[in-house]
């Protein structure tokens, strides 16, 4: 059945998640597609995406990259495929349950029924909604989104978030061979090409919960290009011509 809404879902060694989180999505009321954009993970991913994709044939579809070239690339690679296929609605959500695929629908009826260009899952809204993560990872997390809100005067309180619906023509106006960053700071910079453009930003709020299964590819290194990259993003938009394209 056809879809107007692709749900993108990176991988990397999410083998004990990744047929229940297929299996999730496909099982809400509202019909969308998955593309599982995997970075050949060893503990073999993408081999389960292919045996599911018999039972799934017309709407799971995956593309396999040849390593671990980090989330934004994946992203982007997710980005071009997705526009190439026509979707009107185009989403950014991990494998690993700590975005809930419920709220896709939310987030799919803010984008569909507000007039609204980019909605933002968000754990940030009103307090701290994060149920397990450890203390140290929510005080980075809201400290990160405090430094982006001073440094790119952007109104959103939850800037690092990787739960997204985009509308097409956003992703449409953003030359994604632009963009550099990989971890965070993707993130990051999504949301403030989109804001730079003037398109409509909206938070809806979502309860985010650490997961259960698996282990976490964040790394020190995607701390520090977050850290520098928002600052130097910042610096390029003010210098940029030409709307920082
Ligand atoms: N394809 C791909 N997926 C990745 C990479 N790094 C992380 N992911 C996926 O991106 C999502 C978020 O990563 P995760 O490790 O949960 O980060 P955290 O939630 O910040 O701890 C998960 O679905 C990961 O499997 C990568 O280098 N390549
Ligand atoms: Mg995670």
Not at 48 to 73: A, D, I
Not at 82 to 111: G, K, Q, T, V
Not at 160 to 171: L, M, W
């Amino acid at each position: 059945m056809n879809s107007d809404s692709l749900v993108i879902i990176p991988t990397y060694n999410e083998i004990e998640n990744i047929d229940l989180i297929i299996d999730a999505v496909f099982q809400l009321d509202k019909k969308f597609h998955i593309l599982i954009v995997d970075d050949n993970s060893p503990d073999k991913t993408a081999d389960k995406v292919q045996e599911l994709q018999h039972k799934y044939s017309q709407e799971l579809f995956l593309e396999v990259r040849k390593e671990k070239s980090g989330l934004g690339t994946a992203y982007i690679h997710g980005f071009k495929w997705a526009l190439s296929h026509n979707y009107d609605y185009i989403f950014e959500m991990d494998a690993d349950f700590s975005h809930n695929p419920i709220d896709l629908i939310r987030l799919y009826e803010a984008c569909k029924l507000d007039d609204v260009d980019v909605a933002i899952g968000s754990r940030y809204v009103k307090g701290v909604n994060v149920v397990n993560w450890p203390l140290n990872r929510v005080l980075l997390s809201y400290g990160a989104s405090f430094y982006v809100k001073l440094i790119t005067g952007m109104k959103v309180h939850d800037p690092t978030s990787g739960f997204i619906c985009y509308k097409r023509k956003v992703i449409e106006s953003i030359n994604l061979d632009k963009i550099r960053f990989v971890g965070y700071a993707f993130q990051v910079e999504m949301k403030f090409r989109a804001h730079l453009r003037k398109f409509i930003l909206k938070e809806v709020p979502i309860i985010f919960t650490d997961r259960i299964r698996g282990v976490s590819k964040m790394n020190g290194k995607i701390i520090s290009e977050a850290v520098y990259g928002v600052l130097a993003m910042k610096f390029r938009s003010i210098f940029s011509k030409n709307k920082f394209d």
